[in-house]
């Protein structure tokens, strides 16, 4: 009498199974890095285009925006001092009244 084992399974196809899912999860993955650069639009282009400018080029770049962070900053202080000159007057004035009030509380 011949004993009877258990079915062989094919092995091939299991392999072949295996490797089509792993083939398929990669082109879902490559599908949805595309799908997000398309999301990305005019922003992802003007970083391209950043890649490819030369050493000089993104130090000129570098240099204007310092020019402008310059200027702001120069502003700002010249803001800053009218204000400065403006409270000293405000405190001319308190002092003045402060004077006055405290000669006539002698008399």
């Known amino acids: 009498m011949k ?3 258990a079915p062989k399974t094919n092995k091939k196809f299991v392999v072949i ?3 089509l899912a792993l083939f398929l999860s990669l082109y879902y993955l490559s599908l949805q890095k595309k799908k997000e650069g398309m999301k990305e639009g005019k922003e992802s282009k003007n970083k391209k285009k950043k890649k490819n400018l030369s050493t000089e080029e ?3 770049n570098k240099l204007e925006g310092f020019k402008e962070k310059l200027k702001k900053m120069r502003n700002e202080k010249e803001e800053l001092i009218e204000e400065k000159e403006d409270l000293q007057k ?3 004035k308190i002092q003045s009244k402060l004077n006055n009030k405290i000669s006539i509380e002698k008399i």
Request: overall charge positive.
């Open 3 to 5: 004993r009877r084992g």
């Open 17 to 19: 199974g295996l490797l």
């Open 58 to 60: 993104k130090l000129r």
């Open 90 to 92: 405000e405190n001319e």
